[in-house]
C-alpha cells in the first residue's frame, strides 16, 4: 500500500509541476510579489502623507535654569504657537512619569515635551540643546498616523518659536549657525505598554505594515492553495481520467490522501517562498528601524519563533483550504464550474480579511480572538495578525482548533470519496445549450 501511494503522490507531484500556472503561482510569485510591494507601499506612505494643521501638546519643564520659564510665559512665543494652532498645556510640579502616565490617559494629547535639565546652560553656550519628544499609540491605525504627524508638526512650530524668542532675548544674529538647529528631537514612542527609543513615525509604519499588510498577503496563499485543490480534481473529472483512476487497486482514501499529500508539499513550497519574499518584503519596510533593540524586544519585527509559528499557521490553514477545496471540486462537474465557485467565495473573504486585523488591534477577548483563527479561510488573516501582536498563545490554541478542523473535514472527505457521490455529483457553472 505504501509503495502504491509513493506511485500516486509522485504522480500528482509530476502534474503540479508540469502545470507552469501553478508552479509560478505557488513559488514564483511571492518571491517577486512582496518585494516589489514592500517598495510601492512605503513610497505611497510617503506620498500619501497630509501636512497637518493643527496639534495639542503637553509640555514638561525640567529646566535648572531660567530660560525655559521665561519662554515657556513669554506672550510672543505663546502667540507664534497659537498662529500655528498649537495648543499647549504646561504641566506643573509633575515628575516624567506622573507626565507620561497623563499623556497615554488623555487621547486628545498627541505628545509630551520634556524640556531637559541643562536647557539654559546650553542656551547660554550657544549649543543646540535636546527635547524629549514622547509619543503614545494606541492602536495601530491611520488615525493614529494623523496624530504622529500632528507631534511631527508641533516640534516644527515649537522650534521656530523657540528660534524666535532665543533671537529676541540674546540679541543673537538671526543667521547664526546655533540657530540653524537650536534644539534635536529626541524620540520615545510608548505602545502596548513598552516606551520605545525610536520616532513614532517609524514605529508606526512598521505596525500599520505588519498588522494590516502582512495578513491581506496572506489570503493570496490561501485562495492559491483553495484553487489549486479545487482543480485538480475537477480536472480528473472534467479528462475521464477520475474513473481509470479509481479503478487502481488501492483504497480510495488512499487515492485521496495521495491528492491531499502532494498538493500539501505545493503548499510548503509556497509557503517557504511566501516566508523568504515577506523577509524581503519586511526588510525594504524596516530598513531603517530594523536595527533598534527596543523594537526586537517589543516583536514589532518577527524574531525566529514567531516566523516558525506563522509557517505553521499557513500551513496548517492551508490543508484546510486544500480539503475545502477537494470538497468543491467533488461537487463541480469540471474546472470552470470549480473555479468559478471558488471564486464566488474570493469576495466576502477578502472583504472580511481587510477589517479583521485593525479588530484585533483594538483587543477583543481571546475566545473572539481563537474564534477568528480557526474560521475556515479567513484564518490566516486573524493567525498572522496574532503572531505579530504577540499573541503567540491565543495563536497556538488557534492551530489547535485548525488541527482538529483539518480531521473533521479529513473524515468528511474519505467518506464522500468512499461513495460514488466523487463521479456522479454536478453543480455546472456553464451555461445550457437550448436543444436544437
Do not use: C
Not at 510601492?40 to 497637518?52: H, K, Y
Amino acid at each position: 500500500m505504501m509503495g502504491a501511494m509513493r506511485a500516486l503522490i509522485k504522480k500528482e507531484l509530476r502534474e503540479i509541476v508540469r502545470d507552469p500556472h501553478m508552479l509560478i503561482g505557488l513559488v514564483v510569485i511571492p518571491i517577486i510579489l512582496f518585494p516589489i510591494l514592500g517598495v510601492a507601499i512605503s513610497g505611497l506612505m510617503r506620498a500619501e502623507r497630509e501636512v497637518p494643521t493643527s496639534a495639542s501638546i503637553a509640555v514638561l519643564n525640567l529646566d535648572r535654569g531660567t530660560v525655559a520659564r521665561e519662554m515657556l510665559s513669554n506672550e510672543t512665543f505663546r502667540r507664534t504657537l497659537a498662529n500655528y494652532s498649537v495648543e499647549v498645556e504646561q504641566l506643573e510640579n509633575m515628575t516624567r512619569s506622573d507626565a507620561l502616565a497623563l499623556l497615554s490617559n488623555t487621547p486628545s494629547l498627541d505628545a509630551l515635551f520634556v524640556i531637559p535639565e541643562d536647557f539654559s546652560e546650553r542656551i547660554d553656550r550657544r549649543e543646540p540643546t535636546r527635547i524629549e519628544v514622547y509619543v503614545f499609540i494606541s492602536t495601530p491605525s491611520w488615525e493614529e498616523r494623523r496624530k504622529v504627524e500632528r507631534a511631527d508638526y508641533a516640534f516644527r512650530v515649537f522650534t521656530q518659536a523657540m528660534r524666535e524668542f532665543v533671537v529676541r532675548k540674546f540679541n543673537i544674529p538671526a543667521n547664526a549657525t546655533f540657530l540653524t538647529t537650536p534644539a534635536m528631537p529626541d524620540h520615545t514612542t510608548i505602545y502596548g505598554g513598552q516606551v520605545i527609543k525610536a520616532p513614532a513615525t517609524a514605529v508606526l509604519a512598521l505596525l500599520l505594515n505588519q498588522i494590516l499588510l502582512l495578513p491581506m498577503m496572506t489570503m493570496f496563499l490561501i485562495f492559491l492553495g483553495l484553487t489549486t485543490s479545487a482543480s485538480s480534481v475537477a480536472s480528473e473529472k472534467e479528462q475521464r481520467t477520475l474513473e481509470t483512476l479509481l479503478t487502481v487497486p488501492v483504497k480510495r482514501t488512499t487515492l485521496l490522501f495521495s491528492k491531499l499529500i502532494a498538493a500539501l508539499i505545493a503548499a510548503v513550497a509556497g509557503t517557504a517562498s511566501y516566508i523568504i519574499g515577506f523577509w524581503i518584503y519586511m526588510q525594504a519596510i524596516t530598513s531603517a528601524v530594523a536595527q533598534s533593540p527596543e523594537l526586537m524586544r517589543v516583536s514589532l519585527i518577527l524574531s525566529p519563533a514567531d516566523v516558525a509559528l506563522l509557517a505553521a499557521g499557513l500551513v496548517v490553514t492551508t490543508f484546510v483550504a486544500l480539503l475545502i477545496g477537494a470538497l468543491i471540486a467533488v461537487l463541480a462537474e469540471d474546472v470552470r464550474s470549480a473555479e468559478s465557485i471558488v471564486g464566488s467565495l474570493a469576495a466576502p473573504i477578502f472583504a472580511l480579511g481587510w477589517f479583521i486585523p485593525f479588530f484585533l488591534a483594538r483587543g477583543v477577548s481571546p475566545l473572539v480572538s481563537v474564534a477568528l483563527g480557526s474560521t475556515p479561510l479567513i484564518a490566516p488573516v486573524a493567525l498572522t495578525t496574532l503572531v505579530v501582536l504577540g499573541e503567540r498563545q491565543l495563536a497556538l490554541v488557534a492551530i489547535a482548533v485548525n488541527l482538529a478542523e483539518v480531521a473533521g473535514l479529513l473524515k468528511l472527505s474519505a467518506s464522500l470519496w468512499g461513495t460514488e457521490k466523487i463521479l456522479t455529483a454536478r453543480i455546472s457553472l456553464r451555461r445550457r445549450r437550448a436543444p436544437e
